[in-house]
């Protein structure tokens, strides 16, 4: 592997003097702050809802002001349109929230005897309604997934889980893999609500979930520009179950912060930035990129991926509640392959995270392109402590963390292609 030139380490050196120092303008942070802003003022980024179509034509409106070829690239998706999730306790009516898919075939308003999991009569599940924990993060492993088919399995008419987290909140999560509806209605609720719900053991209660179904197009954006034989790919999703501040919000500002600079650096690549629309329903959209449209890996110089949570404040747990702190949150991730630990290890020197060299375990929609055989690519996410959950916004991040992070992945995709590869 070469090694990365003086006068490149120079402008390392030029780039990374701080945030009061920067003098890029495309990096600013509060420009990128402003970015994050919009994208939650447009709503609810589930798939296919009208603030999904906002975002993609926001995104395309972007990159066509930059010189860029730009395109959507469309799926389709049966999607629930949520109106109301709610379990009624008694003369109680708790907030909840569906796990998607809902099943257009089941009955969303059931009631019975609300039947505790932990409890020593768990097994008698049979038409009634049952009650279980789930650890909150936004994505069921193996084991939750299990644990819910074997609860139908044994008669339950629906469940309610509460999801266990720091947030207090309810958190959503994404689709199983094969995006298969479930076969009674699944409803998530906010740890606050445990006492009511554990009131009520043995005794009547009832679970609705109302809303609609649609045959819809999901869509991703993609710009593309250069003339270079060799190209260099940089993805973000774009949709997910709330407005994403802090989720979405930071990957999407520095893919535009990116893409701007690249259309003004006269790189000699193909650039290709995709935005994909579908993440929570199982990485559909970027899926569907890397079936159609994505360049052979062996023509792919580089490939790095914005995903969830890579600016997000730390948040302290109290007595109260979190207490925000106005620093960068350490824990989130942050991978490269060993082909470009160079550039890699120059670039985020100063970066506070979880970094590490991939050893077959990719992070975000990174898992389908280690998959297809990319061998050349980094990229973040991370579950930040508001991860999925409904207050999400803006104030999960901040500008000097924004641009700290978009001046990181420019700064690396500069010192990796300056090694001349593919050229």
């Not at 049966?78 to 708790?94: D, H, I, W």
């Not at 309610?160 to 479930?182: C, F, H, L, Y």
Request: some cysteine; aromatic content about 10%; glycine content about 8%.
């Amino acid at each position: 592997m070469k090694k990365i030139n003086k006068a490149v380490l120079l402008l390392l050196m030029l780039s990374t003097t701080g945030y009061a120092q920067q003098n890029t303008d495309t990096f600013n942070g509060d420009k990128l702050f402003a970015t994050v802003k919009k994208f939650v003022g447009l709503g609810i980024h589930r798939t296919g809802y009208p603030a999904d179509y906002a975002t993609s034509a926001w995104l395309s409106n972007e990159l066509k002001s930059y010189g860029y070829k730009v395109n959507y690239l469309e799926f389709p998706v049966k999607q629930f349109f949520l109106e109301s999730a709610t379990v009624q306790v008694g003369q109680n009516s708790l907030a909840a929230f569906p796990l998607w898919y809902v099943n257009d075939q089941a009955n969303l308003h059931v009631s019975g005897v609300l039947a505790d999991t932990r409890a020593a009569d768990a097994k008698t599940l049979n038409g009634k309604i049952a009650l279980t924990r789930l650890k909150g993060g936004g994505q069921l492993d193996a084991a939750s997934i299990k644990g819910l088919k074997d609860i139908i399995a044994q008669g339950a008419k629906g469940i309610v889980a509460i999801t266990e987290n720091i947030s207090g909140q309810i958190v959503a999560s994404n689709t199983q893999k094969d995006r298969t509806p479930w076969a009674v209605p699944v409803v998530f609720v906010a740890p606050k609500d445990s006492a009511k719900l554990l009131s009520r053991i043995n005794q009547a209660v009832s679970l609705t979930v109302k809303g609609t179904f649609k045959e819809v197009k999901g869509r991703n954006v993609y710009g593309t520009i250069g003339t270079g034989s060799k190209y260099v790919v940089i993805s973000t999703p774009i949709s997910g179950w709330f407005t994403c501040g802090g989720e979405r919000g930071p990957g999407i500002a520095t893919w535009l912060a990116l893409a701007k600079w690249v259309s003004t650096a006269k790189l000699p690549y193909t650039f290709v930035f995709t935005g994909n629309s579908g993440h929570e329903l199982a990485g559909i959209g970027a899926n569907a990129f890397l079936d159609q449209l994505a360049p052979a890996p062996e023509k792919t110089a580089l490939w790095v991926h914005l995903g969830a949570g890579i600016a997000t404040l730390q948040w302290q747990q109290t007595a109260t509640g979190l207490k925000k702190l106005q620093v960068v949150d350490p824990k989130r991730n942050i991978i490269y392959t060993a082909t470009v630990k160079n550039a890699f290890d120059a670039a985020f020197k100063n970066i506070a995270a979880n970094k590490r060299e991939v050893n077959g375990e990719p992070v975000g929609e990174l898992v389908y392109v280690a998959k297809k055989g990319y061998q050349n690519y980094a990229g973040a996410a991370y579950s930040h402590p508001y991860f999925h959950v409904q207050t999400d916004d803006a104030n999960t991040t901040s500008p000097v963390i924004l641009q700290e992070i978009a001046l990181a992945f420019k700064n690396f995709i500069e010192l990796d292609l300056a090694k001349s590869r593919g050229k």
